[in-house]
């Protein structure tokens, strides 16, 4: 049976958009059969498309997560600590004023230093010396005492200030002088 132009061109027509949306299919007529291109008579051609594989949904793993922690509260903001138990008590702590205290809006050079003035015997100038350093470099040694439980005291009063305070260990300048460390 001859082929019309109009059927022709919607065959042709029908081929080109599955081979141009479905690089897998040819252009022959073997090919057109296979992949569902027919005509259904007066130059319209009705175009089927096979069933593609079904790709498998992915199941959920559960993947280990960050371990917990031993003790919940030592991970916070609060005043915590880090030590040996062979080591020898240390001479002296330093209560540090850190730069992260700035980083809340609230928390003003000028806030800083009527807060650090109200709970340190410093004056005007010292404590704001204290929270511009802290401010422009890392931190700043707001104190400096022998006695742990002082510092620690000191540190959570600050700390109530909203104020970003942290309680480190000092050394034996002595022995370090003489070259014993």
Not at 9 to 33: H, K
Not at 68 to 85: I, Q, Y
Request: glycine share 4%; aromatic share 6%; proline share 9%.
């Amino acid at each position: 049976m001859p082929l019309r132009p109009g059927r022709l061109m919607a065959r042709a027509l029908a081929v080109a958009l599955l081979s141009a949306s479905c690089p897998y299919l040819f252009t022959t007529p073997i090919r057109e059969r296979q992949a569902g291109v027919r005509s259904v008579g007066a130059g319209w051609v009705q175009v089927q498309r096979r069933a593609a594989p079904a790709v498998a949904p992915v199941k959920p793993t559960t993947a280990p997560g960050m371990p917990s922690s031993p003790d919940p509260r030592r991970m916070g903001e609060a005043v915590r600590w880090l030590m040996d138990e062979d080591v020898e008590k240390p001479p002296e702590w330093h209560v540090l004023l850190l730069d992260k205290t700035f980083e809340t809006r609230k928390n003003t050079v000028y806030r800083v230093t009527s807060s650090l003035m109200s709970e340190l015997p410093l004056s005007l100038a010292e404590a704001r010396s204290k929270a511009e350093h802290a401010r422009d470099h890392l931190f700043s040694v707001l104190s400096t005492t022998p006695e742990w439980n002082k510092a620690i005291r000191l540190a959570q009063s600050l700390q109530r200030l909203s104020l970003a305070v942290r309680v480190v260990p000092g050394f034996d300048r002595e022995a370090f002088r003489k070259g014993d460390m």
